[in-house]
């Protein structure tokens, strides 16, 4: 007596938290403490297994696997909805229902339509005792043991005045997370994803075993009442509430609305919210809130005259790949293009869809020629969403050959590990990248051209007027007034602050060259460790990381960025232009101590890194050469030094150790 009290305290308890939880959305403990109870249940009903109760909260993780799913006949058949497509069908539905029941100013019980699938559940003296899908309306599948393991559906009712008999019925569904979660683990695991939220809650439902649907992201919501005992309110929204009130969950959305105007914003918000709800919505479904309205209207075949559905458009239209284009944009990343026969899809008719990169076409499988479905999503560009490989027919199908320089300037292409995208390094030189490279040259940080500002660049490069920042020091000041708005004292200004602009810093001209991933930090670091352009032009990957917070991937894009003749010749240009920073570095390195000084490195040491000596002694105006001539003046032989120190020792150079070298660098 005492345990069964006790089960009957936490099964309560556990039932109180899931109410606030998943109807409320109001979480009232920490997952632990929840748990700790749920555990508490666990241990009593295991000890106890003839105080366990079919609906204990500890019931809803599945367990029983079915051979297959039994029939269940529907005591009210489950209709459908007829839909309509625009505002005014939605109005003449409106309009018939008022003349239809000789009523005014209707009030309608406004919803989102949830695009899941339709069950309904049956609760006997509060206790749910059987769930079954809708299937042709009459009968459906008994889906009993995997609609227990939803989440957010209470295996018994609470609170006042339960009927003794109560059907609900509402949708399963997926929520956009959930669903991202389960397509990322099956993916993960070499399993087929499902193409979305709706078909993953089909496919969820329909699992013979139990533990597999618990183990599924599935949510419910209730829009109607169906077969019941007992008395109910007389208006579909109060019904609503009064579910919620028994602890059933139903959408937040839903509203009770007089007038067409009400009723025509309600579409127009929740589209607009669309993207951000939780879970996947089709439409808006419109149902007269009075029941006797209701009955009085009836139905016409298999849907009733009452209640009508108000679709988005369709996001998803089946259409053919003719081409696919590669894009460069302003960054370089090279985008392919599915280039489709034109087709009306969530409103507007899309010609092009995106396939984001190399790997997504691998992933899709997809071929020009194939037949595709295309989706749009609320703002999203349109995407390739899966190929009809049924539809293919393969002497009208071509492989999609990706290109190998970059479609618009030929430069090289790069890839960095572990990134999808494949990029131009035509950085300064490339037409797609041109506009944002100069206005990146022109900005506050870089060269800091005062007066030229983002409008202008995109001006004069559609003027034709510059097509590189090269190009901006033989701007003359006939070409600048002949622009829109450009005055002649304008012209001259700018004139006036591109000579300005000549004098700059190492630093800045390294950051305003747009090598990318080299911000202000990294071009400073690099100015100190290189001191001119040239020694980093000529320095390779691995050297290039001893510059400290420059990693492979910098290094990289640094070393192809000079491995570019575009580049070389645009670089070239601007010092030609007359570009210059000051030369504290060329005038000093005269009267460092070893200026005039040849060094050579040779094998290992232990307490320095071979990059680190070799910066030092260039710090120090030494030139440290990769092989030994007579012109060397010191070598400096590590451990295991081979060739080289014989080479000196032949030719009588002076060899130091490290611990020598360390004493030189010291002393200096
Ligand atoms: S009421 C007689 N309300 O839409 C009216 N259905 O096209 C029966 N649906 O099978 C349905 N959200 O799966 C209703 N708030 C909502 C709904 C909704 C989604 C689905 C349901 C139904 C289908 C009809």
Known sequence: MRIQKEIQRLSQQLENYNYQYYVLDEPSVPDAEYDYIFQQLLILEKENPTLLSANSPTQKVGGLALSKFEQVTHQKPMLSLDNVFEAQALKDFMLRAEDKSDSHNITFCIEPKLDGLAVSIIYKEGLLIQAATRGDGKTGENVTENVKTIKNLPLKLRGENIPPLLEVRGEVFMLKAGFDKLNKKLNDAGEKPFVNPRNAAAGSLRQLDSKIAASRPLAFYCYAVGVFEGELTNSQFERINQLKAWG??????????????????????????????????????????????????????????????????????????????????????????????????????????????????????????????????????????????????????????????????????????????????????????????????????????????????????????????????????TQLSSLPRMGEVSAKKLLNSLQMSKKTTLARFLYSLGIREVGEATANNLANHYKTIDALKGASIENLQSVSDVGEIVAKHIYYFFRQTHNIDVLNQLLEAGIHWPEIIQLAVSDLPLTGQIFVITGSFNVMARSDIKSALQDLGAKVAGSVSKKTTTVIAGEAAGSKLTKAQDLGIEIMDEDALLILLNKK
């Open 248 to 477: 059933l969950p139903v959408s937040d959305e839903v509203k009770q609305l007089t007038g067409e105007q009400a009723c025509l914003d309600y579409y127009q918000a929740i589209e607009k919210k669309r993207p951000d709800l939780a879970y996947e919505i089709d439409g808006v479904v419109y149902k007269v809130d009075n029941i006797t309205l209701q009955d009085k209207l009836g139905f016409v075949a298999r849907a009733p005259r009452w209640a009508t559905a108000y679709k988005f458009p369709a996001e998803e239209a089946v259409t053919t790949v003719e081409n696919v284009e590669f894009q460069v944009g302003r960054t370089g990343a090279i985008t392919p293009v599915a280039k489709l026969k034109p087709v009306f899809v969530g409103g507007v008719t899309v010609s092009n869809a995106t396939l984001h990169n190399k790997d997504e076409i691998k992933r899709l499988g997809i071929l020009i020629g194939d037949v595709v479905i295309v989706r749009r999503a609320g703002d999203v560009i349109p995407q390739v969403a899966r190929v009809l490989v049924e539809k293919r027919e393969s002497q009208k199908t071509e492989k999609i050959i990706f290109p190998v320089v970059c479609p618009v300037c030929a430069s090289a292409l790069e890839r960095i590990e572990g990134e999808a995208t494949i990029r131009c390094t035509g950085g300064l030189y490339c037409g797609a990248q041109r506009k944002e490279a100069i206005k990146h040259f022109s900005s506050r940080k870089a060269l800091d051209i005062d007066g030229l500002g983002n409008k202008l660049v995109e001006l004069l490069v559609d003027h034709k007027l510059i097509d590189s920042p090269a190009h901006l020091f033989d701007l003359t000041a």
